[in-house]
């Protein structure tokens, strides 16, 4: 297990350990450890305070108000030293609690025995001692994770209360660890899933870019659906959606969300926006066409309708201005692509969201709304070089020419 140790990890541990203090990597890194899953993080906790922390090393910045954190950090990476948590029924001013039950404000140091209650899974409060190479476990995490069972610590609707975003987190959790809920855990989140209103949109975006981006996308979606949390996080494709999930606009989802899951799981590169275009792209064109059934032009009936739709999603979850851009270029695209004279072509070849548009399109043609002959011409298209390009392009028009010819009735002498 060592070897699969991030090597600026072990050092912060040996530094802290070597000025005396008592130090554990902890939550996610030794839940997939023990999984024998590649962690995304390294999360360690010490009994040092953040400013001892910052005394052992030279690269530590302290952050955050909420949890006051020290991030030690080697060069693009950091390691996120957090103190152990005291008891939270201490009246104090350094925890703060909101009147609708979230924690507002936790930053009571404590021991590892305390800490161990604040954490939100079982098997995410497993602290591993790299000296001695052994597991504590307070909460029958490791149990749980023989059995791969999501189970909150303490009493579950408190802990939604607290903070509302471990409904998110469960999700995610089971989704990419293929765990089970557990009935106590599973049970208050329909009831409660309103509660994710109360949560920053900042916040909120952080939390959906890793509900979607981490491979484990579909099945993510269709649990946040069935729980009713897609509701409060995005309500305009929750309502668009039918509830067996079998139209064309559905469809649509679910290739969008199973072709980025590939991509992920085989290393490729995915964008934030494109899936948040596919996700709010019925409701634009819904607005659309209703726009254009009232009068609208074409042109500003989509850059309205893209403009609400936006508007309304960005309150919940903090889109920033340059993703919300690319997805408007997004939606923009997709009528440019009918429009195949030689300069408009090339224009388009050449847009720097003309990828992310096209991927669009032959996912829109493959779930039957879009024309699938105009997706294969450009498919065909830009694999050419220039001299056969310019073949297609007057092969097109020539057969254009014809059915034109074919279609308008002939004159009478
Ligand atoms: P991953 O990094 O794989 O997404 P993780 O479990 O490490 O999963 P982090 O967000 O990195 O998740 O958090 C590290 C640990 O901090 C968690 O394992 C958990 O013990 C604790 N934690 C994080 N967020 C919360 C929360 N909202 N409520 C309670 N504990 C939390
Ligand atoms: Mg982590």
């Known amino acids: 297990m060592l070897k699969e140790i991030n090597k600026n990890a072990l050092n912060v541990l040996s530094q802290l350990n070597k000025a005396g203090y008592e130090v554990y990597l902890v939550g996610g890194c030794v839940r997939d450890l023990l999984l024998g899953r590649k962690p995304k993080d390294f999360d360690i906790a010490t009994n040092a305070h953040p400013e001892q922390v910052k005394a052992v090393f030279r690269n530590c910045r302290l952050i955050g108000r909420r949890f006051r954190l020290a991030h030690i950090l080697y060069g693009r990476?950091?390691?996120?030293?957090?103190t152990f948590r005291g008891n939270?029924?201490?009246?104090?001013?350094?925890?703060k609690i909101h009147e609708d039950g979230r924690l507002l404000r936790d930053n009571i140091y404590g021991t590892l025995e305390e800490d161990v209650w604040r954490r939100d899974f079982t098997v995410n409060a497993l602290y591993f001692n790299i000296n001695t190479f052994s597991v504590i476990d307070y909460t029958g995490g490791l149990n749980a994770i023989k059995?791969?069972?999501?189970?909150?610590?303490?009493?579950?609707?408190t802990r939604y209360r607290e903070d509302p975003v471990r409904m998110l987190r469960a999700v995610r959790f089971a989704a990419k660890l293929d765990f089970q809920l557990h009935p106590d855990t599973e049970r208050p989140i329909k009831e409660l899933a309103n509660l994710l209103s109360s949560i920053p949109n900042a916040r909120l975006y952080d939390e959906a870019l890793k509900l979607f981006l981490s491979g484990n996308a579909l099945t993510t979606f269709q649990k946040l659906h069935q729980y009713g949390l897609l509701a409060f996080l995005f309500p305009q494709t929750e309502h668009c959606l039918t509830k067996s999930m079998n139209s064309k606009a559905d469809d649509f989802l679910i290739k969008a969300l199973e072709n980025s899951d590939k991509r992920v799981n085989a290393g490729k590169s995915i964008t934030p926006y494109f899936l948040l275009s596919v996700?709010?792209?019925?409701?634009?064109?819904?607005?659309?066409?209703?726009?254009c059934n009232e009068g609208e032009s074409h042109y500003f009936a989509l850059q309205y309708a893209a403009n609400d739709v936006l508007k309304a999603q960005v309150k919940i979850t903090a889109i920033p201005r340059r993703v919300t851009q690319s997805i408007r270029e997004v939606w923009v695209l997709q009528s440019r692509f009918e429009q195949r004279s030689?300069?408009?072509?090339?224009?388009?070849?050449?847009?720097?969201?003309?990828?992310?548009?096209?991927?669009?399109?032959?996912?829109?043609?493959?779930?039957?709304?879009?024309?699938?002959e105009l997706a294969q011409w450009w498919t065909q298209f830009q694999t050419l070089d220039a001299k056969k390009q310019e073949q297609m392009l007057t092969e097109l028009n020539s057969n254009r020419r014809k059915n034109h010819r074919r279609r308008s009735p002939k004159k009478n002498p």
């Open 342 to 372: 030689a300069t408009r072509v090339s224009r388009l070849l050449n847009h720097p969201r003309f990828r992310a548009a096209y991927d669009f399109l032959l996912l829109r043609a493959e779930t039957g709304s879009a024309d699938m």
């Open 147 to 157: 059995q791969g069972l999501l189970e909150l610590i303490g009493d579950p609707e």
């Open 77 to 82: 990476e950091i390691i996120e030293v957090a």
């Open 279 to 291: 996700f709010l792209w019925e409701s634009v064109q819904i607005s659309y066409q209703k726009k």
């Open 88 to 95: 939270s029924d201490q009246d104090n001013n350094n925890q």
